[in-house]
């Protein structure tokens, strides 16, 4: 597991103080690869940004974390999944509005459906859904940036990313 090493105090303490004071978001996503493609989606309403991630989640308080992400993967793709290990841990935030998520992201797999193009989100956030192959991947903007390398090592060991500014 790779060793993060913290900020100085002062430096810590001169981030969060220029935020305003919120509790962070959490959200649980999927790693699913599948004949060695990656699943990821768009999730911009109206295609407002070219940045792909791995579908999932914000949390609904009182469920399982694997619960939240087999219905957000349902809602976001149409497909049924089974999910397995943690294998990410990532966190991004906003220092303008205060904004904090941190997600935990599940090796997963696809126990029922396929991509439908035709597919509609309810929520109307996820504009499109793919599986990108590996060598696709460098050619698109994706967050976390150390995703592909997760997904593609199943049995690498979960993994920490130090907190990061939000993309969009």
């Excluded at 089974?82 to 797999?109: M, T, W, Y």
Aim: charged share 20%.
């Amino acid at each position: 597991m790779n060793t993060v090493h913290p900020l100085p105090l002062v430096t810590q303490f001169a981030t969060v103080s220029h935020m305003k004071a919120r509790i962070p978001r959490l959200a649980a996503r999927a790693i699913i690869v599948q004949d060695n493609r990656l699943l990821l989606v768009n999730a911009f309403r109206g295609g407002t940004s070219d940045l792909w991630c791995a579908p999932g989640g914000g949390v609904v308080a009182g469920r399982s974390l694997p619960d939240n992400l087999m219905r957000e993967v349902h809602e976001e793709t149409g497909l049924e999944i089974s999910v397995g290990s943690v294998a990410l841990i990532n966190e991004f935030h906003d220092p303008k509005s205060g904004f904090h998520q941190v997600e935990v992201f599940f090796r997963c797999a696809v126990a029922a459906g396929k991509i439908d193009h035709n597919w509609r989100d309810p929520e109307h956030v996820v504009t499109s859904r793919r599986f990108f192959a590996r060598s696709e991947i460098p050619a698109i903007r994706l967050k976390p940036d150390s995703l592909p390398a997760i997904a593609f090592a199943p049995d690498a060991p979960a993994r920490y990313d130090p907190l990061e500014f939000i993309v969009r």
